[in-house]
């Protein structure tokens, strides 16, 4: 049953009339009212018509494509003020220690602004901070993000990238 159901640009469900007596044929009490439609017009005439008073079904609704939706929500961020306002180059520079790791911050923080990533930097300030503050583990670090000499300056990772040659280019494609 499931590989029938469509999955829209935005990860909405989408079912048809079919799946839905499907569903409620295996889960009589399912609220259909949750779910969402391609085409409604035949559920809701045939209401109409026997005059019965069921759930209202919905079309899926119309939502920005996840890169209009990325761009609408970037300044959007819950943080506390004081995180909004830090000056997160100067953050990461005055954790360094040598002209090494300055010269690759200064490089770093060239790429985030480019790819408009600093409110992202001013996110996982605050969020590592409260993973400290409330005793949560995190992991070591995966992926591509321990490239990032700045990712490892905030905390997301404990993989220092100069100690292993890491390229920035691995992470910010």
């Known amino acids: 049953m499931a590989a029938k159901i469509k999955i829209n640009e935005t990860g909405d469900c989408i ?12 889960n ?11 085409d409604i017009s035949q559920y809701t005439e045939s209401l109409k018509e026997l ?3 069921l ?3 919905h079309k899926a609704p119309k939502r920005p494509t996840p890169e209009v939706f990325d761009k609408q929500m970037i300044n959007n961020w819950y943080m506390p003020k004081e995180y909004l306002q ?3 180059k100067k953050y990461l520079l005055d954790k360094c220690q040598t002209q090494e790791e ?10 985030f602004e480019k790819k408009k990533f600093i409110r992202v930097l001013q996110f996982l300030i605050y969020f590592i901070d409260t ?26 990772h404990k993989v220092n990238p100069i100690l292993y040659k890491l390229k920035i280019n691995e992470f910010l494609r």
């Not at 079912?15 to 295996?26: K, M, P, R, V």
């Open 86 to 88: 830090i000056d997160v």
């Open 55 to 57: 759930p209202t079904i």
């Open 131 to 156: 993973l400290r503050e409330k005793n949560v583990v995190w992991g070591v670090g995966r992926g591509s993000s321990v490239a990032s000499f700045c990712l490892f300056l905030i905390g997301v």
């Open 15 to 26: 079912f048809t009339e079919n799946d839905a007596i499907d569903l409620l044929y295996n």
């Open 28 to 38: 009589p009490d399912l609220d259909i009212s949750t779910l969402f439609f391609d």
């Open 102 to 111: 300055r010269d690759r911050v200064e490089s770093e923080y060239v790429l």
């Open 51 to 53: 005059g019965i008073d």
